[in-house]
């Protein structure tokens, strides 16, 4: 009866992002992209000047005093890089405390912790951050963001995405 039990249990792998070492390296290396992107606009792309790529997509290099999307621009800079710190911190206490098993989720804490860091890079080393990308029509345009957004965006719809359609476990 023991060797049907133990048949019927899924295998108990941990999921790639669950672990410690993984989740740093992936971290570091979407970091690094981010800074390398960064660098490779402020200085190469003119400031304030759209540059087309495709209909409804520019590069425009601007600085964002703010968060993500340009949100709480007219706050301090210092409250906006505790803030980013807090949120870094929160982030890995939910890593630590998700089921090693919630791959998407793992995935989507890492890439909001490789986002904040990204951004968090540019608070400390230019006072801003770097944003480049704009999508717009001739009537609308979105917030100006960078790849550091792109992975906070991403990184929390997989939290989302994970927390709505992958299943649970029962506690034992």
């Known amino acids: 009866m ?31 992209l981010d800074q390398v992107v ?17 209909p409804m997509l520019a590069l425009y290099r601007t600085y964002n005093l703010g968060v993500a999307f340009s949100m709480l621009s007219g706050m301090d800079g210092w409250f906006i890089v505790g803030m980013r710190l807090v949120i870094v911190a929160f982030v890995l206490w939910l890593w630590r405390r998700t089921p090693d098993h919630r791959w998407l989720a793992h995935l989507g804490f890492a890439l909001i912790i490789a986002g904040a860091l990204g951004n968090l890079i540019d608070r400390f080393l230019y006072g801003h951050v770097i944003d480049y990308v704009l999508f717009h ?6 917030a100006v963001f960078n790849l550091a957004d792109s992975f906070i965006t991403v990184g929390a719809a997989c939290v989302i995405l994970d927390e709505l359609l992958l299943p649970k476990k029962p506690k034992a």
């Open 137 to 142: 029509t001739e009537t609308w345009s979105f």
């Open 38 to 54: 960064k660098v490779m606009v402020d200085n190469w792309l003119p400031l304030q000047e759209a540059v087309p790529v495709i």
């Open 2 to 32: 023991s060797e049907i039990q133990s048949n019927d249990r899924p295998s108990a792998k941990p999921a790639l992002f669950s672990r410690p070492l993984p989740i740093l390296i992936f971290i570091v290396v979407a970091v690094i």
